[in-house]
């Protein structure tokens, strides 16, 4: 779930750069950074933290040129902890190449191997994302033997790359002296779009995990950039694209347009807003078929994400909505926290009940999702605490039973409230007088009434279909140890990226 931007402009890129992955904050709060290109000369300023925080003015000023890429990060494979694992990474061979990924790779650990076995390549992180970007350099060099770079040794390049990588990945790249590309795996299961800008110097273009990046640089959305599709803007803003896999199937990832894009975000084709409106009604159509015994007095949304759908639930129910919990803007988003002990604490300074629309009744609440069931076991308890005389939870999405290995932080069956439990038993756990769950039937429907075209989904995280790569139970089991071992061991001093006259944020 991190945040990927590249942009091809006429006049210098750091200030867009900086306020595109301010609009794609919500993506990734554990770091960032930005890569500009000022002919054959990469400036690069990255650090743990905010978008914020990690850039100040004397960083800005240092990142020249008309071309770059950022990136806003929260971990799935490697170590929170390290600032050598920010994004962009960069090889200095061929050409020299910086890179931002979106995913993650099913196959890092096979593919690290032949990278320094055969590729005589060496990966210095434990990031996929290293290894996929030592993965394009390879097939770049393999396809300009004379060292002549065109839009068609690149397209080839990233056919080699589809061949070889499984899994999830949505990319922006620069190569020193050429231009950006951007390309989606054969699945689509990551999004990226781009747009243009026209201005008195020429055409500009932005890509971007999530439209908002663009609307709000002034860029028109132009389209989403296929599954397994490239395109490439050289310095001049030449426009190149092509198809570089086979057997692809736009398969987005359903839990993008649950929870992890913004509500006023286009992805291929459907408003993510649109989407959560209709999780709404489909929850107040299987609670008004089978559940027109709870006596509801109020609908509570659990800010933000779950707004649209309990307002919509409500609407649907004929019963008042309300604001129950003011939201602390100034606490990071507890999902993306990356210790059980640090979300549950932060859980209390992020929300407030206001006894006033509890004291008394019989209160609704709605959420996206239920994942470990830390937060909305806090929250049930606040509202309890705050007068509520029954407390029903409605989730906007199924059950969320085994690991996503796609580039979201489900890594562990262990840390999943509903393995091996059913709805009562999650009900019971998260204290609640009674729990409906949205159906996945349903929530497929709630997308694809937005945008027929998408009848398939990527659902892992609810039904254990990994379409990408052969995800094994021996691939799982030691995905979980590799996990529950970072918790345990801090990587951060036994980590660190090569500086190659890079600086990296103090």
């Known amino acids: 779930m991190c945040g990927i931007l590249g942009i091809v402009a006429k006049s210098p890129a750091n200030q867009l750069l900086y306020d595109g992955l301010l609009m794609l904050q919500h993506r990734g709060q554990d770091a960032g950074g930005i890569v500009t290109a ?17 850039f100040r003015t004397r960083n800005m000023r240092a990142l020249r040129g008309n071309m770059g890429i950022g990136h806003v990060r929260y971990p799935t494979a490697g170590s929170f902890q390290s600032p050598a694992e920010a994004q962009p990474f960069y090889v200095n061979s061929p050409f020299g190449i910086v890179l931002s990924h979106n995913g993650n790779l099913t196959n890092a650990d096979k593919l690290n191997q032949e990278l320094f076995q055969t590729d005589l390549r060496h990966v210095n992180t434990h990031s996929d994302s290293e290894v996929l970007l030592n993965v394009l350099a390879h097939e770049l060099q393999e396809s300009t033997g004379n060292c002549h770079l065109d839009p068609d040794a690149i397209f080839a390049a990233v056919s080699g790359v589809h061949q070889r990588c499984e899994g999830a990945y949505a990319v922006v790249a620069m190569i020193a002296g050429y231009g950006l590309l951007a390309f989606r795996d054969p699945y689509g299961i990551r999004p990226l779009v781009f747009g243009t800008i ?138 993306i926290m990356p210790g059980q002990q640090q979300r549950r604490k932060s859980v209390r300074q992020k929300l407030n009940a206001m006894s006033i629309e509890f004291s008394g009744k019989n209160v609704l609440l709605v959420d996206d999702s239920i994942v470990r069931g830390t937060t909305s076991r806090e929250i049930v308890q606040m509202a309890r605490d705050a007068g509520a005389n029954k407390i029903y939870f409605a989730s906007a999405s199924p059950p969320v039973r085994f690991p996503n290995v796609y580039g979201i932080d489900m890594p562990t069956r262990q840390e999943l409230i509903a393995t091996e439990r059913d709805p009562d038993e999650i009900c019971r756990e998260i204290g609640a007088d009674y729990l409906v769950f949205q159906d996945l039937d349903a929530l497929k429907l709630a997308v694809s009434k937005v945008n027929p075209v998408l009848s398939r989904f990527e659902t892992s995280c609810f039904n254990g279909d990994y379409i990408a790569g052969n995800v094994t139970p021996e691939y799982l089991d030691t995905l979980e140890a590799k996990r529950n071992a970072e918790q345990t061991v801090s990587q951060s001093a036994s980590k660190t990226q090569l500086d190659l006259s890079l600086a990296v944020s103090d």
Do not use: W
């Not at 990469?42 to 905010?50: A, Q, Y």
């Not at 273009?205 to 999530?210: C, D, G, P």
């Not at 992805?267 to 959560?276: A, F, K, L, N």
């Open 38 to 54: 000022q002919g054959n000369t990469f400036h690069m300023h990255k650090g743990l933290g905010m978008v914020r925080d990690v």
């Open 198 to 335: 026209e201005n008195q110097k020429g055409k500009e273009f932005l890509v971007a995990s999530e439209s908002v990046a663009l609307d709000t640089l002034g860029f028109q959305l132009i389209r989403d950039i296929a599954p397994g599709e490239a395109i490439f803007i050289d310095e001049k803003g030449n426009f190149y694209s092509k198809q570089c896999a086979e057997n692809t199937a736009l398969n987005p990832c359903i839990f993008e347009y649950v929870y992890l894009a913004r509500p006023d975000s286009m992805m291929d084709g459907v408003s993510v807003y649109e989407t959560r409106l209709n999780m709404g009604s489909s929850l107040a159509q299987k609670i008004t078929q089978s559940m027109h015994h709870l006596d509801i007095d109020v609908v509570i949304p659990i800010p933000d994400s779950s707004r649209p759908s309990a307002l919509q639930l409500a609407n649907q129910l004929g019963v008042e909505f309300r604001e129950g919990f003011i939201k602390n803007r100034y606490v990071g988003r507890t999902f």
